[in-house]
């Protein structure tokens, strides 16, 4: 008969303890180093406690078209919305997706409530407009005296030594091979086609650097000649010049209360993603004339471009303005794809188009999907309504916040005094382990802000509070284990490793239930909610980490010490004061059976 196997020694992380414990001190040290190398020391706060505004936008299909809610018409969505509140002057703005239906655009302090509201609660507005006229973005300045360009060269003297753009083809165009050595997309031949402006066309900036507006003024001046100039077109030039499209307040200002019919100026960003101001004519096509676009690659030439599909009463409409502009010099060929008075990208034509075109050229994938993206939304079935508007003051945002900080640290005290009387000894590893805790959620919670977006709102310190006791409960839960196997008899070190395996999974068990709750709310709620699910779920993860890589190990080395190992009255783990019956081996044997045998 085998002899019983006595004196085993746990594997694995019990019985290398300090193994354990190095290796999470050197994971705390590693967050907290890249915490501090980031330069994200403290968390990135809410709205309700930073103080700004807080827009909840939720998108409605029209019906029967209600797949028109997904995940790639939101993005779009999202980025339109972005660039209108930048346009405000807002740095630190935030906007973002929440489930499938809702958009969130948090405006810090500072910001005019009620004209965000304005600029994220309408629809966009997408058009085709004419270009009349194109320069640096950049204020006109004074030029020195210098050799003007002749009308006939206009063209060829806007576009000398400025790189090759994008260029666009319908169904049936041949793409290009003929070397364009100080050429624009403009100089090109290209059949059946219409192409982008390089970053300097007619009227962009000369070698000097300055707008060599001329050219560009002649073609512009074209469409009223022979009759008397009114005030309204000169005021119209006085606005272009003085236009600075660096300017983020001078290009919102332009773009306030367009209409259609009207000639406006605006701004857009070439190629070389440089500024350039244009006067606009009247808008030809809507953007809900456009049935499809999208960027795609072409596995022919390998290159990246964007196809667009128009509407029936759409072909009509772009084939009649196609056909004007084909017959036009640059830039009066060019039309531009205005989106909420910013010009998105401003294509050359050279024939006539009708239910499809082509723009190809110098795109990569993100730059040909978000083009695609952006003329899709003009005919997009889709609208959003107005949720929720909450404006918090900066002074109530950090009353709120400390508010939440003595509230944090009452439960804290509280919780240490009741683990300091009823545990003793004990509570030392029940503090280190609330602070080890506390260092890894600190240092996660200041890195996840520019990571991934995570701002720190009220609920979600709320959810940091109900988590003190939910790692407290962990450490209580392992304790009490200990102490029954000590009632029982047993000395500390036999009671530590006995009672470990029903303590994890009390602990899993408790911490699954909390986990799955806070997921479930964060995946159904939306708001703020979410900031307490996020950070109840966080801090229930943490805890297992803790318990399983610090408390445990720490506590297999307390047990060696004789202070703890011995049972002293402060220890908490007192024998005498826990009730402990004497031990279980001598209790436990049996007298041999005396029946006797048969022969």
Request: aromatic share 6%; proline share 7%; net charge positive.
């Amino acid at each position: 008969m085998a002899a019983p196997k006595r004196g085993r020694r746990p594997a694995g992380a019990q019985g290398r303890p300090g193994r354990t414990l190095v290796f999470i001190m050197i994971a705390m040290a590693a967050l907290a180093g890249g915490m501090f190398w980031s330069g994200h020391t403290t968390p990135r706060l809410g709205i309700d406690l930073a103080g700004g505004t807080s827009i909840t936008l939720k998108a409605k299909a029209e019906p029967g078209k209600e797949s028109a809610v997904n995940e790639t018409n939101m993005n779009t969505a999202v980025g339109i919305i972005e660039r209108r509140v930048n346009g405000l002057g807002v740095s630190e703005a935030e906007v973002q997706t929440q489930g499938e239906s809702n958009i969130v655009v948090n405006i810090p302090k500072g910001t005019d409530a009620e004209e965000a509201r304005k600029q994220v609660g309408t629809t966009a507005q997408l058009y085709f407009r004419p270009v009349l006229n194109v320069a640096a973005g950049g204020p006109a300045v004074p030029q020195t005296p210098q050799p003007k360009p002749s009308g006939s060269a206009s063209a060829g003297t806007g576009d000398k030594g400025k790189p090759a753009g994008e260029k666009a083809e319908g169904d049936k165009a041949e793409s290009s091979t003929k070397p364009s050595g100080s050429a624009t997309a403009q100089g090109r031949a290209v059949t059946d086609g219409l192409k982008a402006p390089s970053p300097g066309t007619s009227g962009s900036p000369d070698a000097s650097g300055k707008p060599a507006d001329k050219p560009a003024d002649k073609h512009a001046e074209k469409p009223a000649a022979g009759q008397t100039p009114d005030p309204a077109a000169a005021d119209l030039e006085q606005r272009f010049a003085a236009l600075n499209c660096e300017d983020p307040k001078a290009r919102a200002a332009v773009s306030e209360n367009v209409k259609p019919e009207n000639t406006i100026v605006a701004c857009g960003k070439n190629s070389a993603k440089q500024w350039e101001k244009y006067i606009l004519g009247p808008a030809e096509v809507d953007g809900k004339d456009v049935d499809e676009a999208k960027g795609q690659l072409d596995p022919q030439r390998g290159m990246w471009i964007v196809t667009m599909d128009f509407t029936k009463s759409g072909s009509k409409k772009f084939e009649k303005i196609t056909g004007k502009l084909s017959q036009q010099q640059p830039p009066l060929n060019q039309f531009a794809i205005v989106l909420d008075g910013e010009v998105m990208s401003a294509p050359s034509v050279e024939t006539t188009l009708s239910a499809n075109a082509e723009i190809s050229g110098s795109f990569n994938q993100e730059s040909a999907q978000n083009l695609g993206n952006i003329l899709s939304y003009g005919a997009l079935p889709l609208s959003f309504e107005e949720q929720s508007v909450d404006t918090v003051s900066a002074a109530l945002g950090g009353e709120q916040l400390r508010a939440g900080l003595i509230a944090g640290a009452i439960g804290l005290a509280l919780v240490i005094i009741y683990l300091v009387v009823y545990y003793r000894g004990l509570s030392l590893i029940a503090i280190l382990s609330l602070g080890v805790s506390a260092v890894l959620t600190y240092s996660l919670m200041s890195l996840l802000g520019p990571a991934i977006g995570f701002a720190l709102n009220l609920p979600a310190v709320c959810g940091a509070i109900v988590a003190i006791g939910i790692t407290a409960d962990s450490f209580i839960v392992y304790f009490e284990r200990i102490r029954d196997e000590i009632r029982e008899g047993r000395t500390l070190r036999p009671a530590v490793e006995r009672g470990w395996p029903r303590a994890r999974r009390t602990i899993l068990v408790s911490d699954f239930v909390s986990f799955l709750a806070a997921a479930v709310l964060f995946f159904v709620t939306v708001g703020k909610v979410q900031g307490f699910a996020f950070t109840l779920g966080l801090t229930t993860l943490l805890d297992v980490v803790v318990v399983f890589l610090f408390t445990k190990p720490l506590m297999t080395l307390l047990a060696r010490t004789k202070f703890f190992g011995g049972g002293h009255p402060w220890s908490g783990l007192d024998p005498e004061r826990l009730g402990a019956q004497p031990p279980l081996r001598r209790s436990r044997r049996l007298t041999a059976p005396t029946d006797p045998k048969e022969a």
